[in-house]
T-cell receptor, first 113, second 113 residues
Framework: EAAVTQSPRSKVAVTGGKVTLSCHQTNNHDYMYWYRQDTGHGLRLIHY???????EKGDIPDGYKASRPSQENFSLILELASLSQTAVYFC????????????FGPGTRLLVL | QQKVQQSPESLTVSEGAMASLNCTFSDRSSDNFRWYRQHSGKGLEVLVSIFSDGEKEEGSFTAHLNRASLHVFLHIREPQPSDSALYLCAVSRSGTGGYKVVFGSGTRLLVSP
């Protein structure tokens, strides 16, 4: 079965520190996404990518960078973590040629202190 | 810009009683609708996708789309306590790419034994 995995599953970071969240998919999908989930806001798109070595800004990219070194891997980088970036982060992948259903990883719970 | 709202915010039903969730969208050209389920601490699981007016059934989940009234409903037949979760509606237009998906903030369903 196709799968999206994320690491770490949870992390505590200090304000101003660097955080890297990793995502790996075995779906053979071209599109990958990073979302954050906050209570009352549903999911909000941070960055996405439709091909390796290229990333695009989503709706809330400020304070985040992304990296797509291969089709399977997509990372989210917080260069200077802030309290407001405490949230649950989800990675997803999709294939626009097959109805574009997004398949999600289990999420990473990030707490910035 | 697309707005997606879900109601109610929370819903409690008895085991075996029908549960009905509502999702309202603002872009009349939307034609790609999905319902996801998220158990506490887990990722999102796609339940049903619907692309045209009418009904689409997947197991105990039925999506009902009425684009003229800008509503898509999810009906859960004979819900079990294991169906207690956050239910998210996702709306987009086909051909615009997965990065144009807009999520509602969810309905939290509690199924009591």
């Amino acid at each position: 079965e196709a799968a999206v995995t994320q690491s770490p599953r949870s992390k505590v970071a200090v304000t101003g520190g660097k955080v890297t969240l990793s995502c790996h998919q075995t779906n053979n999908h071209d599109y990958m996404y990073w979302y954050r989930q906050d209570t009352g806001h549903g999911l909000r798109l941070i960055h996405y990518s439709y091909v390796a070595d290229s990333t695009e800004k989503g709706d809330i990219p400020d304070g985040y960078k992304a990296s797509r070194p291969s089709q399977e891997n997509f990372s989210l980088i917080l260069e200077l973590a802030s309290l407001s970036q405490t949230a649950v982060y989800f990675c997803a992948s999709s294939d626009p040629g097959r109805g574009d259903t997004q398949y999600f990883g289990p999420g990473t719970r990030l707490l910035v202190l | 810009q697309q707005k997606v709202q879900q109601s109610p915010e929370s819903l409690t039903v008895s085991e075996g009683a029908m549960a009905s969730l509502n999702c309202t969208f603002s872009d009349r050209s939307s034609d790609n609708f999905r319902w996801y389920r998220q158990h506490s601490g887990k990722g999102l699981e796609v339940l049903v996708s619907i692309f045209s007016d009418g009904e689409k059934e997947e197991g105990s989940f039925t999506a009902h789309l009425n684009r003229a009234s800008l509503h898509v409903f999810l009906h859960i037949r004979e819900p079990q306590p294991s169906d207690s979760a956050l239910y998210l509606c996702a709306v987009s237009r086909s051909g615009t790419g997965g990065y144009k998906v807009v999520f509602g903030s969810g309905t939290r369903l509690l199924v009591s034994p």
